[in-house]
């Protein structure tokens, strides 16, 4: 059955998913990387989600709030690197964007995507149009903004397709952050490895809202 | 989980190359050193109500970034993964641990995941009363036009940075003054790397990059970001020469009477043989430039795993960065008598 909302601990029991979808994907994400940068992408975000998954089963969670921020934390630890920062900030600036909220709907979804965008997009200072992460984020809240008042099932799918629509985009640009940076038009063609982190999480979130 | 090695690196776990390397690092430095929290490094003996000096990046590079405390050098360094920068809580217990109260400046290259980290280290350290300034490293002339410095990456000129940026966090008193030194230092570093064959991913095996086998990379950085030019193989004179050309169009003045610090840095494998032929061929050209060399190193201090290829830095001297230059310093990465 689709789910109209989400409680705390399916909060919790849908971001497990999402830390196990980007383990399982390492392969794909690390070749990414190693297409525009030095190949470490996957690996990285490996150490941050089995971190992550590890907080969030260690205990109970306290609140939505708590679910994402835990990831936020979990990874921005384990991780380092620009990705660390990038997906803690994410995750962590999303989060607080819940305080209070005990039901996760298609309300709380834009919230957190904007501000965790929001977030993002202030630490590494880039834009849509960069070949990064964001190229992935904004559009999924723009689209998740559109949808505030959507069914969750609803919303998710769109922002999902937003996200994907996004990725897919970043093929055609010129990377203007990070080390693919320095390839200038030689980049062109490949999906920015972030971007396609976005997605993996994204469609966990879909994928545990839809089943 | 992979734990192949096509590599053949003589390891344990290919997952724990970056704790189990800080722990024989630790050991290095023979109880001169101690780790706090997760992984930063800081030398017992501190100058007291000094402002300190902290260094950092990710692993992998080895001897820097973490090889560069000691006496005369950083005070600490806080260690990230396998090229991939610390994270805020790692920069956050080194920064406690080498406070003295006057500060602390942080010093790394110019890297996005760098600057994140480190910048919310700092807003960490903030909160708890520590002041922090930062300068970043960016003697990369390739990576960059003049024009654009902000862009410019941090490679093998942060030695004789890190060196200069030590002797004067042993003689300064505020971190402004070490800060403005250290800056300074930057600002009289440049650096051209070239590479020949890429390194490995210690987790995978799998090269950093590619590149043909009867081309070099000129100007490609240390993890193999693409440089200027795909040039031929050459000899070792011919090298010297197109490097020290990219040097000398830089917007660094190198005039005749210029007195340097001249380090040739191998990437990895590239063997001392070829160091040293790469020096005998550099040295007639800024001879004939009246380029004074005060002290050559000729080591491999700024590498990237099995990595091949060379990188040539020049730090123009004046008389104030000469003083600090000719203090002595030891560390695993570079010791000056």
Partial sequence: ?211 | MSTANPAKKIINNPLKCADELFEGLVIAYDGKAHRVGTRAIVMNELRPDAPALLVGGGSGHEPIYHGLIGKGMADGAAVGEIFAAPPPDIVLEATQAVNRGKGVLYLYGNYAGDVMNFDIGAELAAEEGITVKTVIINDDVCSAPPTDKGKRRGVAGLVPITKIAGAAAQTVDSLDELARIAQKAVDHTRTVGVSTKPGSIPATGKPTFELADDVIGLGMGIHGEKGVALIPMCTADELAAKILDLLFADDLPLNAGDEIIFFVNSLGSTHMMELLILLRGAKPILDARGIKIHQTIVDNIVTCQEMAGVSFSITKLDAELKKFWDMPCESVGYTKL
């Fill in chain 1, 1 to 211: 059955m689709p789910k109209s909302s989400l409680s705390k601990d399916e909060v919790k029991a849908m971001l497990i998913l999402a830390c196990e979808r980007i383990i399982a994907a390492e392969p794909m994400l690390s070749e990414a990387d190693r297409n525009l940068g030095d190949g470490d992408h996957g690996l990285g975000m490996q150490r941050g989600m089995t971190a992550a998954k590890e907080k969030l089963e260690a205990a109970e969670v306290e609140s939505i709030e708590k679910a994402f921020s835990t990831v936020g934390m979990a990874m921005m630890s384990s991780m380092g690197g620009a990705s660390g920062a990038i997906f803690g900030t994410f995750f962590r600036n999303g989060g607080k964007s819940l305080a209070g909220k005990e039901a996760f709907d298609a309300a709380a979804l834009a919230a957190f995507l904007k501000a965790g965008a929001d977030g993002v997009k202030q630490r590494g200072g880039a834009a849509v149009g960069d070949k990064t992460c964001v190229d992935a984020m904004e559009p999924a809240a723009d689209k998740a903004a559109e949808v505030a008042n959507a069914s969750l099932p609803e919303a998710i799918q769109a922002v999902t397709d937003a996200a994907t629509a996004g990725k897919e985009a970043s093929k055609a640009m010129i990377a203007k952050f990070g080390r693919a940076k320095t390839l200038g038009e030689a980049c062109i063609g490949f999906p920015d490895a972030g971007a396609c982190s976005v997605v993996v999480i994204i469609e966990a979130m879909r994928d545990f809202i839809t089943a």
